[in-house]
């Protein structure tokens, strides 16, 4: 199995690959978004739930999330996310026509 950031190209590909970079950043610019609010929220609740009550962290969850996150501690009484799935299917994050894979057989 083969995978990771990384291609096996040629120098002489760099300017389709940089269009590619681009298209893709711009084609995908709330997936990014929600990428980086993700970050963000999972960073302050890491810093700074110290096992008392989340309510007042909510109001420093990412815009981007507010209304799609609860934040809990989990069994562990670790701090952590909820995201509720159904809200974000429904949410502007939700785009079908971005999810795809590709699979080959390499013979190197």
């Known amino acids: 199995?083969?995978?990771g950031s990384f291609i096996n190209q040629p120098v002489s590909k760099v300017p389709e690959i940089k269009e590619l970079m681009n298209r893709t950043t711009d084609a995908c610019a709330s997936m990014?978004?929600?990428a980086d609010a993700i970050k963000t929220l999972d960073t302050m609740v890491q810093t700074h739930a110290t096992g008392t009550s989340l309510e007042p962290l909510y109001r420093e969850v990412p815009a981007p999330l507010r209304g799609y996150v609860e934040l809990v501690y989990d069994i562990n009484n670790?701090?952590?996310v909820r995201f509720i799935e159904g809200l974000?299917?429904?949410s502007r994050f939700y785009q079908?026509?971005?999810?795809s894979i590709a699979l080959f057989a390499d013979s190197g």
């Open 32 to 34: 990014l978004e929600l």
């Open 1 to 3: 199995m083969l995978g």
């Open 78 to 80: 670790h701090p952590t």
């Open 88 to 90: 974000l299917y429904r």
């Open 96 to 99: 079908p026509d971005l999810q």
